[in-house]
Every structure is written in C-alpha cells, then in structure tokens.
C-alpha cells in the first residue's frame, strides 16, 4: 500500500477551512468538492491512457485518450457520496458503483449493508471515496471488496488519514500483492480519540456535509 499527501497550498487553505467547526454545511459542501477534485488530480496521475491521434485546424497531432474499461468510482456511503461530484468532474465517463457502511459506535466495527458493485472487475482502476480514513476498518473492507472481484487496482481518496488507518490499510495490503493499493490524502493527522475519530480531523464529515438526522 502507498500513501500520497497531496502537498499543494490550496489543498491545505480548503482543508483548513473545512476542519474550522464555524464552517457550515453549505461551504463545507462546496469546499470537499474543490478539494476532492483537487485530490483527484493526484489520484488519477497513473490512470491508463491509450495513443491517439486528431486533426487541429492546422495538421494532425498525438495526443492520448483514457483507456477501456472505463474506471469504477465507489463513493461509500453516506458521507464519500459528498465527494462524488468533485470525482466525476475529472472522470466524468467513470462508472459508479455504491457500498454502505454503518460503523457499530460502540465496537468501532462497521458493517456492509448495502453494495451495489459489477461483479467482475478485471482490468479496471477503481477509485473509493471515503472522506475519514480513521480506523481503516470500512476501507479495508471496501478494498477488499473490489480485490475480490478482480481490481487490478484501488485508489482510496480520503480528505483525512489517522495513522492508525494507513497502518491497518498497510498490514492488510502489503506492497507485494498483485494489485496495487493507494491511498491519497490531503493531510495525516495526529490520532484517533477513543470514539475512533481523528484528531484534530473536522468532526463527522456526514454530519456536517448532510447534517444530522
Ligand atoms: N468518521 C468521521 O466522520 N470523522 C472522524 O473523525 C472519523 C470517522
């Protein structure tokens, strides 16, 4: 598993704004999208392109076109559907797919209760949009999930890391592992209080990009 932080100051400024609890939901909104398709850009540094050539309105020129199959984006519920749009605005012909997680608050353990994923997955880059990679429980979960059915590689895009999730991330996906892992983040922070949120992290990201119901 490789780990990315995305070192750029405007990554930093939105990612600042988004941790001040003064922020409310509508500019939290606005700000996970910027950042997401900032995150984006790293993310999808590596993603496969094949050789093509146009005609400009003077000559022919080589240039590139994303490669078949179209990637799979798998925001996981509810709070990566929060990151979707930023994701789709740099992949927009990406399919999607959708895992729900619930985390037992007690336990810290989270379950699947909803996948909505194409079964077989061979040949694809898959990218999972998860805003809080906390104790890495539901992303390893998720990348599992995609492994299984054949991913030849999973990009986690998160706008936070704890370290004690990228351990767990690293222990479950070691290096040598045919498909390849990557996680990319907007900052790693200190560490997991004992509600199993990052700290000093923003808070719940669901609750403050859909507020609390
Ligand atoms: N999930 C969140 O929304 N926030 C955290 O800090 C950890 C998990």
């Excluded at 500019?27 to 993603?47: I, P």
């Excluded at 000093?200 to 507020?211: Q, V």
Aim: aromatic content about 4%; overall charge neutral; some cysteine.
């Amino acid at each position: 598993m490789q780990t990315l932080i995305a070192d750029h100051p405007l990554v930093a400024h939105k990612l600042t704004a988004l941790r001040d609890s003064r922020t409310e939901t509508p500019t939290f909104r606005r700000l996970t999208d910027e950042l997401v398709t900032l995150l984006a850009y790293e993310a999808t540094r590596h993603v496969r392109v094949k050789p093509v050539s146009v005609q400009t309105p003077v000559g022919m020129a080589d240039g590139v076109k994303l490669a078949r199959p179209n990637p799979l984006v798998v925001p996981v519920l509810r709070a990566g559907i929060g990151m979707l749009d930023g994701m789709a605005r740099l992949l927009p012909r990406a399919d999607v797919g959708f895992v729900g997680l619930a985390r037992d608050e007690e336990t810290l353990i989270a379950g699947v209760y909803a996948a909505r994923l194409p079964s077989d997955l061979a040949e694809r880059e898959t990218f999972v949009l998860d805003p809080m990679l906390a104790t890495g429980g539901t992303l390893v979960t998720v990348t599992s999930m995609l492994i299984n059915r054949g991913a030849a590689n999973v990009t986690a895009i998160c706008l936070l890391a704890a370290p004690e999730g990228l351990a767990r991330m690293a222990e479950a996906f070691p290096s040598d592992l045919p498909a390849r892992v990557r996680v990319v983040t907007a900052a790693v922070d200190a560490r997991l209080n004992d509600n199993g949120y990052i700290v000093p992290g923003l808070g719940d990201a669901g609750d403050r990009l859909f507020g609390v119901i």
